[in-house]
């Protein structure tokens, strides 16, 4: 024997599906809306990665760079014809070099007999540097 279906009850949990035709179509305008605001967005990033070749910048005259202009200037390095190169040196660049000779210390002789407050006063480093240097013109 076959049992015909059973009929549904409407159950007064659930609310009736009256309103489908309204809910398909505010379904179908909320995809067209967000593809077309997906297609903008696009549009408006593709052009704006490309501003600089769709819409050319004004370009103003090149002018000629100047030569930098420092702040403070080196200092004088007072030449001997009997100086050694400091620069051998470990630590000691042209800066430091050219504050020693300022200050009267050119040789690797009167490095290694001067005092090493006096050089790192003069270098403007650490005394604990100033006396490496010294340790090292004595070796020469």
């Given at each position: 024997m076959v049992r015909p279906p059973r009929p549904k009850r409407e159950s007064p949990h659930r609310p009736q599906k009256?309103?489908?035709a309204y809910n398909c179509r505010v379904?179908?305008?909320?995809?067209?809306?967000?593809?077309i605001v997906g297609v903008g967005a696009g549009v408006v990033a593709a052009l704006w990665m490309l501003r600089d070749r769709i819409f050319r910048p004004?370009?103003?005259?090149?002018?000629?760079?100047?030569?930098?202009?420092f702040r403070v200037a080196p200092p004088?390095?007072?030449?001997?014809?009997?100086?050694?190169?400091?620069?051998?040196?470990k630590g000691i660049g042209p800066v430091f070099k050219?504050?020693?000779?300022?200050?009267g210390i050119?040789?690797?002789?009167?490095l290694?007999?001067?005092?090493?407050?006096?050089v790192a006063e003069a270098a403007g480093v650490t005394e604990?540097?100033?006396?490496?240097?010294?340790?090292?013109?004595?070796?020469r």
């Open positions: 009256t309103l489908g379904r179908r305008s909320a995809k067209i809306g967000s593809a004004e370009t103003s005259p090149v002018t000629p760079a100047e030569a930098p202009a004088p390095t007072a030449t001997r014809a009997d100086a050694d190169d400091l620069s051998e040196i050219g504050r020693l000779a300022a200050a050119s040789r690797f002789d009167e290694a007999a001067a005092d090493a407050n006096a604990a540097r100033a006396s490496d240097w010294i340790a090292l013109a004595r070796r």
